[in-house]
């Protein structure tokens, strides 16, 4: 009962309106003298410096999901859910030369979304339409899946109700307040809250790291149970450690997340932001320190098991939910007061990337689709209020997700999210550094990894919720023919055909000499930087101005 969590649900409700007022005031904090143009509300002016986009960043990456999956899978798999570790280590390097480059390029000539520089790239509206699309279409579950954070919150606190609506209230509220504040602050609005948002986690874990094992008897005793739980399992892919048949697995799923974190429109958006070239380039070495940080929070499913959490049933009858392991553990461990924190922590770690994630998919919407095939002639003002409408919509869809949807079934649609947008690298990541795919052969390549993807993940069931398709991302290989029990990440495989095709149709397509589209960019827009006497940003009457030549040394 909620009476029993009285004190969590005061300690809570109180953080969670505190930084509902920082959303508020976050219009007049750094604020242009005009809002109405979606640099502004969609980007914060582009001019974030090293520390806002440091914590921006990392509210956008690591989400409430994280905070709760990860040792959810730990607590129920073991090793196999510290792919999240190694996976935000390797990208950071990776991305460090290639986002410094989208950066120059989308500054040069007022790119806003991945999709604009597409467009500009091969030449193509149709191409750019599909980068569009699928961005939206990954994104959409990504941001139910904030919600799952936030509703094993509420369900350990007891605050659920009868009926689907009374269930889900308090949620619908909290997003309501969330989309109010981003529609009026814009990206401003998630970039301060994540000041408080990662403050508070970084508390809440270093106490956590400390405390509870104190509490368990020490580090051995927790991998002992951890141990004795996995060592009784039926499946031979549990365990503290890895074996030989979810290696495979293991490295190819890190992999694959790892190409496909900065391809998500919202990652994007938070680069976008910042005011030069240096401030991605230090947040980029700076940001493995969250990674440290999400090896702590997984070993809290560890802990979880030597404190014999046993998890809440599942929407789905005969289920569990593991995504309640964490906030049960916080709730049996801590006092009321402190796990009232820890669960504020969890609930604001979803506002922040909520936020950037549905003004993400707004901006997709509004310069690719509205812009380009409903009203050419929108103005900047009109952008930034059909980015703001299309914000709620996306919001609202989110939640009807999580309402009318098997929770369970949303957090599969995450990992299909994953194999989704994986699809995009070869015209996003790779258009960064060359032109020499054919722009028909881009689509080709990305219909037939997107075709590949789609079947390979029909044929993977879930057992847990007892569905025959789209049940996970680990596809037997034994479907392929192979005698063996490993599995492969779906994702990585679909790309590497994706990228196959696109080679073997771009040389088709140039020896039958097809049009390839004007490359509407050049070289050196990969590296001009905010001092650059070269940028023009776009100008207020929405019509890209002309980029000025170099002056001559």
């Known amino acids: 009962m909620w009476r029993d969590h009285l004190t969590q649900i005061i300690v809570f409700t109180g953080l969670f309106l505190f930084v509902s007022a920082m959303g508020f005031f976050a219009a007049r904090w750094r604020a242009p003298n005009d809002m109405a143009h979606l640099d502004e509300w969609g980007l914060g002016g582009r001019n974030f410096g090293g520390w806002i986009t440091w914590f921006l960043l990392g509210g956008d990456l690591y989400t409430a999901y994280t905070f709760v999956a990860v040792p959810a899978l730990l607590f129920g798999a073991g090793a196999a859910g510290f792919f999240a570790v190694p996976y935000t280590v390797i990208i950071y390097p990776m991305v460090f030369l290639v986002l410094v480059r989208l950066w120059s390029v989308s500054h040069r000539h007022g790119f806003v979304t991945p999709a604009d520089f597409v467009r500009a790239r091969f030449g193509s509206p149709t191409l750019a339409l599909i980068i569009a699309v699928t961005g939206l279409t990954a994104t959409m579950p990504y941001i139910a899946l904030q919600l799952v954070g936030i509703e094993s919150v509420l369900k350990t606190m007891g605050v659920t109700g009868e009926g689907v609506i009374a269930r889900h209230l308090p949620i619908i509220i909290a997003f309501a307040i969330l989309a109010a504040y981003t529609y009026q602050s814009g990206l401003r609005a998630p970039a301060l809250i994540a000041f408080v948002k990662d403050t508070l986690i970084y508390i809440v874990i270093l106490v956590t790291v400390i405390y509870i094992p104190y509490k368990l008897g020490g580090w051995g005793k927790i991998f002992d149970a951890a141990d004795a739980k996995f060592a009784a399992s039926p499946s031979p892919n549990d365990g503290v450690l890895l074996n030989p048949n979810n290696q495979l697995q293991y490295i190819t799923l890190a992999l694959g997340s790892a ?100 003004i993400a998919a707004a901006n997709l919407f509004t310069r690719n689709i509205y812009k380009e095939y409903l009203r050419r002639d929108a103005t900047p003002a009109q952008e930034a209020n059909v980015s703001k409408i299309t914000s709620l919509v996306v919001k609202i869809g989110a939640v009807a997700c999580i309402v009318f949807l098997d929770p369970q079934f949303s957090i599969d649609l995450q990992l299909i999210g994953g194999v989704i947008i994986l699809q995009t690298l070869p015209a996003v990541a790779l258009g960064l550094y060359t032109r020499w795919f054919h722009r028909g052969a881009l689509i080709s390549g990305w219909a037939a990894g997107m075709g590949l993807g789609m079947w390979m993940l029909y044929q993977i069931p879930n057992p847990a919720s007892k569905r025959a398709h789209f049940g996970g991302s680990a596809f037997p290989l034994k479907e392929f023919g192979f005698d063996t029990p490993r599995t492969v990440y779906v994702g990585l495989i679909a790309v590497l055909v994706n990228l196959l095709v696109a080679v073997v149709v771009t040389l088709i397509l140039r020896a039958a000499k097809v049009p390839e589209g004007v490359d509407g960019t050049a070289r050196e827009d990969y590296f001009a930087d905010e001092t650059d006497p070269r940028i023009v940003k776009e100008p207020r009457d929405g019509a890209p101005a002309p980029v000025q030549p170099a002056p001559q040394v």
Request: glycine share 8%; proline share 8%.
């Open 259 to 358: 190409l496909a974190l900065f391809l998500y429109p919202h990652s994007l958006t938070s680069v976008l932001a910042s005011k030069n070239r240096d401030v991605i380039k230090r947040n980029m070495s700076a940001l493995p320190a969250y990674s440290f940080l999400l090896g702590l929070i997984a070993l809290l499913g560890f802990m979880a098991i030597a404190a014999g959490v046993k998890p809440l049933p599942g929407s789905t009858p005969g289920t569990v939910d593991n995504n309640t392991v964490v906030p049960l553990l916080f709730d049996q461990q801590f006092p009321a007061w402190f796990a009232g924190v820890a669960f504020a922590a969890i609930g604001i770690g979803a506002l922040v990337p909520a936020a950037i994630m549905s």
